[in-house]
């Protein structure tokens, strides 16, 4: 057992609260500070998690009883904060996306290499149980080569107020296909390699915010396969990976009307093989993916673990939303130098 791990957690919105929670349940870290700039929430959240309320970012980077600092904040200041951290010796948890733009993501990156601290970005839904057997499939060619893939994340968002980071395009590029599909970006170049061409669009159909509400990208792997990646912010909670192969097509699919309740995620999840013999049900072995990576997080600060998506995954991830967004600028595919 290692020595447990003393967190900040800059941020107190609802996923830092989801954050914090599951630190209670886990032995590697502790919460020992917490910092946003709403001083009823930060009291607030302090109270309810059992932690310091710093009176600003720098008390919280600088606490000597932190460790790490976990980035739970707009995507815009990740870059910022990342940089302090690092120059703090402190290792860096940041949510995904890494950041808004591929510079900011590459200054991060070369912030805590230059400082030789960790930087862990958070793109959990690789680790799901479900998404690990379908690597294992994918592997084991029991869908056969992959020609076709399909993936979809969309969460209904309710209204968006002016002065929100999430109301402006300048704060808030690409909207769901951003904050949403980059999860995809993530997991679908997991499963299957390198994207290496995106073509996208985009367009703002429902909401009153100045943001883009439907997104989709047209993916083209270095294998040769093909994939479109959609997001949306004005339909249902929906989450699915749909591949198609030369032997089956393997349907992923999640009741998200539980989330953002993660722990039930894999509770909800079915993956079914369509082949030329039928439909078979596949069993997979449930995963906590919110312990799993901040204990991941834990041991990378101890030194006996590499973060499985660290900066180079989630700049991969990131080039794939950015690409979709100038290609929609463009109105021309775009290459990723990958």
């Given at each position: ?168 395009r300048e704060t808030f590029p690409g909207g769901p296909l951003l904050q949403l599909g980059v999860h995809h970006a993530d997991t679908l ?61 393997l349907d992923y699919t999640t009741d998200m009307s539980i989330w953002p309740d993660a722990d039930k995620i894999e509770q909800v999840t ?69």
């Open positions: 057992m290692i020595e447990t791990v003393g967190v900040a957690m800059i941020g107190t919105g609802r996923w830092a609260g989801r954050l914090a929670q599951t630190i209670a349940r886990t032995e590697l870290l502790h919460l020992e500070t917490c910092y946003s700039r709403d001083d009823e929430k930060r009291t607030a959240f302090a109270e309810t998690h059992g932690c310091k309320s710093a009176p600003s970012l720098e008390a919280a980077i600088q606490d000597p009883h932190v460790e790490g600092v976990l980035l739970v904040t707009p995507n815009s200041v990740h870059r910022e904060q990342a940089s302090l951290s690092a120059q703090a010796g402190k290792h860096v948890y940041s949510e995904k996306p890494i950041a808004d733009t591929l510079e900011d993501g590459f200054a991060m990156k070369e912030a805590c290499e230059r400082a030789g601290v960790t930087l862990f970005v958070g793109h959990c839904f690789r680790r799901l149980g479900a998404a690990r057997k379908t690597k294992q499939m994918i592997d084991e060619g029991r869908i056969g080569r992959i020609v076709l893939a399909e993936a979809n994340f969309s969460i209904k968002s309710g209204s968006v107020k002016p002065g929100s980071w999430k109301y402006h170049q997991y499963l299957l390699g390198p994207v290496v061409r995106v073509q996208g669009t985009l367009d703002r159909l429902m909401t009153e915010a100045e943001i883009d509400d439907v997104g989709m990208a047209i993916l083209e792997f270095e294998s040769g396969a093909r994939g479109v990646l959609s997001s949306s912010y004005v339909s249902p909670k929906t989450y699915y990976i749909r591949l198609y192969g030369t032997e089956g097509t079915s993956l079914t093989i369509q082949t030329a013999e039928g439909a078979k049900q596949i069993s997979f072995e449930p995963v906590q993916m919110l312990i799993e990576e901040l204990e991941e997080f834990a041991l990378c600060v101890r030194g006996k673990a590499s973060p499985e998506t660290g900066a180079i995954e989630a700049l991969a991830a990131l080039r794939v939303i950015r690409g979709a967004i100038d290609s929609h600028e463009r109105g021309t595919r775009v290459s990723l130098d990958v």
